[in-house]
Nanobody
């Protein structure tokens, strides 16, 4: 079973930057999606960024486009989320997840229901 562990959350002022990391317990050689999600209090979990580990194509939600960057480092089996120009509305628990399986293709990545391996989450607080 793939285990994902997030880190890098914390407290930051609006306008600041932070980078989240997500380390995988094993390397998955098949093409798959890796994504970042967040859940604010009283709201549903939403997908904010994803990358397809096949051609490195990326997906971003409109709410973070131009401010957040998703990347993946093979050598460290680590997924990153660079977050710039943070806003108070970015406050949430951030999760990473993987969509694995033979039917996963690049077009699968924007859909939260395709993800079947989840990390435990890391809290981000942005103060205005």
């Amino acid at each position: 079973t793939l285990v994902l562990v997030e880190s890098g959350g914390g407290s930051v002022q609006a306008g600041g930057s932070l980078r989240l990391s997500c380390v995988a317990s094993e390397r998955t050689f098949s093409s798959h999606c890796l994504g970042w999600f967040r859940q604010a209090p009283g709201k549903e979990r939403e997908e904010i960024a994803a990358i397809y580990i096949g051609d490195d194509s990326t997906y971003y939600a409109d709410s973070v486009k131009g401010r957040f960057t998703i990347s993946h480092e093979w050598a460290k089996d680590t997924l990153y989320l660079q977050m710039n120009s943070l806003k108070s509305e970015d406050t949430a628990i951030y999760y990473c997840a993987a969509a694995l399986g033979g039917t996963v293709v690049a077009s699968s990545c924007p859909f939260i229901d395709r993800y079947n391996n989840w990390g435990q989450g890391t809290q981000l607080n942005v103060s205005s």
